[in-house]
């Protein structure tokens, strides 16, 4: 079996694994698609947090069900094209018993903490896998970033006609403004490169805009809120400096919710924090009814995940392509790895 291995920061090596057999309480899935992030080309940069190397990448998946515990897991069968939720929870302590898998105190997320999905065979928990629903291996495949937004969204309880800034246009902010569009809300992208805003604008019919390296940033936030600000504010990016700055774009009243991670400290100032009444959240992977929400909006046809696939490349040839999707010039929003 085919494995692509990070070995350190800025390498890849293909090695030979052993097919998994199969276990108890769990699947062998033959993995047809993965779809790449951020976290995974900040595991490359050497930027990610909670990582340690080598590690074997990948936790956006789709796969076909080769061999299953199938008295654990009765409604799923081989042959089954499936994808399933790579954050692998204790299911006792606190988190877990107040439905909060998503943040398990002991949390185990695929290609992060533990050998991920860039690999022909995979083993996972029969309690993590999702049915296909008739959606395609690319479909599969992106349920789990968009799952992400869907979470994000879900954490700042976005209300029908609020004022929604979503700060950072990749994959993942990309899904929370579709989200937070299907929950109502009005939604204002914010990012540094033109070009993907562009890509808001034409392709997710986002129809406000802004350029985070204009000097009058709150000035434009305010003309398009009618001098409110936006009482949402969600962060996208994993900048530190992005994340800082966002919270002088808030309403007050504002709901100000992290979806992106940094390794360094939140700075903010306290009095202006204060005088707003403000609200931060963090915002931790999703659960299965982000899942299922993500799935039922695809089936009608809220979202169209091939939207956001701009590059496809074998798996064979990810160790010579993945150093150029971290190149803003080449225009990535997400790079689709086919087996």
């Not at 949402?232 to 808030?250: C, E, L």
């Amino acid at each position: 079996m085919k494995t692509l291995v990070c070995t350190t920061p800025g390498q890849f090596d293909y090695q030979s694994g052993i097919k998994p057999e199969l276990t108890p309480n769990h699947a062998i899935l033959r993995i047809r698609r993965i779809g790449i992030c951020g976290t995974d080309l900040h595991a490359f940069e050497g930027t990610q947090p909670f990582f340690t190397y080598p590690r074997i990448l990948g936790h956006e998946l789709a796969g076909e069900i080769v061999e299953i515990d199938e008295a654990a897991a009765p409604d799923f069968k081989p042959g089954e094209v499936v994808t399933f939720i790579p954050y692998f929870n204790c299911g006792h302590c606190v988190a877990c018993r107040a439905g909060k898998t998503n943040c398990c105190v002991s949390l185990q997320v695929s290609g992060i903490h533990m050998d991920g999905g860039m690999v022909e065979y995979l083993s996972v928990p029969t309690y993590s896998l999702v049915h296909g629903n008739g959606l395609s291996v690319d479909e599969l495949a992106l349920i789990e970033p968009l799952s992400i937004g869907a979470h994000g969204v879900r954490r700042a309880n976005v209300q029908p006609g609020e004022w929604v800034l979503v700060v950072g246009a990749g994959p993942i902010g990309l899904g929370v403004m579709e989200l937070a569009r299907i929950a109502g809300g009005n939604v204002i992208a914010l990012d540094i490169n033109e070009a993907r805003l562009a890509f808001c604008r034409n392709k997710l019919n986002v129809r406000h805009t802004v350029l985070a390296i204009a000097p009058d940033v709150a000035e434009q936030l305010a003309a398009i809120t009618g001098g409110d600000m936006p009482t949402v504010v969600i962060d996208a990016t994993g900048s530190q400096r992005a994340i800082n700055k966002a919270f002088q774009y808030m309403a007050h009243g504002a709901r100000y919710v992290l979806v992106g991670l940094q390794k360094g400290d939140v700075s903010f100032s306290h009095p202006d924090f204060h005088k707003r009444e403000g609200t931060l959240m963090s915002s931790r992977n999703a659960t299965r009814a982000d899942f299922d929400h993500v799935i039922a909006a695809i089936k009608r046809g809220e979202i169209d995940p091939a939207t956001y696939i701009t590059h496809r490349v074998a798996f064979g040839q990810v160790r010579d392509e993945f150093a150029g999707w971290l190149d803003p010039a080449n225009g990535v929003i997400k790079a689709m790895v086919e087996l």
